[in-house]
C-alpha cells in the first residue's frame, strides 16, 4: 500500500511525541530521526506535486474562461 500524505503526517507526530520521551535510547533517536527525515521529504515532494497539478488546474480555467468570454 502506498504511503498518503495524510498518514505520513500521523507518523511524524508520532515520532515527534516519542523523540519529546527523554528516556528514549540513543539509538531509537536516532532511528526515529532518520524515519521523520524521509517522512517530511516525502510530505515535501507530495506539496510540490499537488501545487503543481493546482497550477495547471489554474492554467487551464484561466484558458477556458478566456476562450468562452472573449
Not at 511525541?17 to 517522512?39: H, M, Q, T
Not at 495547471?56 to 484558458?63: A, C, K, P
Amino acid at each position: 500500500m502506498e504511503l498518503t500524505y495524510e498518514q505520513a503526517e500521523k507518523e511524524l507526530q508520532d515520532i515527534v511525541s516519542k523523540l519529546e520521551d527523554e528516556n528514549l535510547p540513543f539509538s531509537k533517536a536516532e532511528e526515529l530521526y532518520s524515519r521523520g527525515v524521509e517522512l517530511v521529504k516525502f510530505c515535501l515532494s507530495s506539496l510540490d506535486e499537488t501545487k503543481g497539478k493546482i497550477t495547471v488546474i489554474r492554467q487551464n480555467l484561466d484558458e477556458f474562461i478566456e476562450e468562452k468570454f472573449n
